[in-house]
T-cell receptor, first 113, second 116 residues
Framework: ELKVEQNPLFLSMQEGKNYTIYCNYSTTSDRLYWYRQDPGKSLESLFVLLSNGAVKQEGRLMASLDTKARLSTLHITAAVHDLSATYFCAVDRSGGSNYKLTFGKGTLLTVNP | KAGVTQTPRYLIKTRGQQVTLSCSPISGHRSVSWYQQTPGQGLQFLFEYFSETQRNKGNFPGRFSGRQFSNSRSEMNVSTLELGDSALYLC???????????????FGQGTRLTVV
């Protein structure tokens, strides 16, 4: 059974600081996704990582994928309050068709002034 | 381009009742997946439909069922509701068949179901 583990589950950080969220998964997959969820809202796609060594950046967020280590990271640079949300990583179990995702538990990020 | 539309947004039901939720995928997307999100279990895959056929099912009891229509719209039904069924139900549509390099699942706003 595929397991996806995120850590930390809770992250409180100050504005301007850097931090990394980790996502480990237990079986081979070369497709990993990061989503953001604001309270009471749906999932917003942040990054799609499709191969080993993939690195994507958008603003203060950068995601990477190491399929050999079965590890993805979401790095936050110089955090701002607007980044406060829950972040999920998800692994595709459908062989590339993305209709069956296994999610991590999520990381609740709170950025304090 | 319209996104994934779920209706209703909020529902309150009583234990023992049944409920039907609806999901209209992005135009042209033929796959619809359903997920349940609860504080305790997180996001869990319920089932997926493609061309009116259920192709995959998660580890949920038979009280959870669904269907897909010829226009790709999907419904999920939960019978004999239990308190533990209170959750945010999300559907996602996927452009299967296009094999785009950055293909992804697009999620709707969800239906918040409260069972009392």
């Amino acid at each position: 059974e595929l397991k996806v583990e995120q850590n930390p589950l809770f992250l409180s950080m100050q504005e301007g600081k850097n931090y990394t969220i980790y996502c480990n998964y237990s079986t081979t997959s070369d497709r990993l996704y990061w989503y953001r969820q604001d309270p009471g809202k749906s999932l917003e796609s942040l990054f799609v990582l499709l191969s080993n060594g993939a690195v994507k950046q958008e603003g203060r967020l950068m995601a990477s994928l190491d399929t050999k280590a079965r590890l993805s990271t979401l790095h936050i640079t110089a955090a701002v309050h607007d980044l406060s949300a829950t972040y999920f990583c998800a692994v595709d179990r459908s062989g590339g068709s993305n209709y069956k995702l296994t999610f991590g538990k999520g990381t609740l990020l709170t950025v304090n002034p | 381009k319209a996104g994934v539309t779920q209706t209703p947004r909020y529902l309150i039901k009583t234990r023992g009742q049944q409920v039907t939720l609806s999901c209209s995928p992005i135009s042209g997307h033929r796959s619809v997946s359903w997920y349940q999100q609860t504080p305790g279990q997180g996001l869990q895959f319920l089932f997926e439909y493609f061309s009116e056929t259920q192709r995959n099912k998660g580890n949920f009891p038979g009280r959870f069922s669904g269907r897909q229509f010829s226009n790709s719209r999907s419904e999920m039904n939960v019978s004999t509701l239990e308190l533990g069924d209170s959750a945010l139900y999300l559907c996602a549509s996927t452009p299967i068949g296009l094999r785009q390099m950055n293909t992804e699942a697009f999620f709707g706003q969800g239906t918040r179901l409260t069972v009392v």
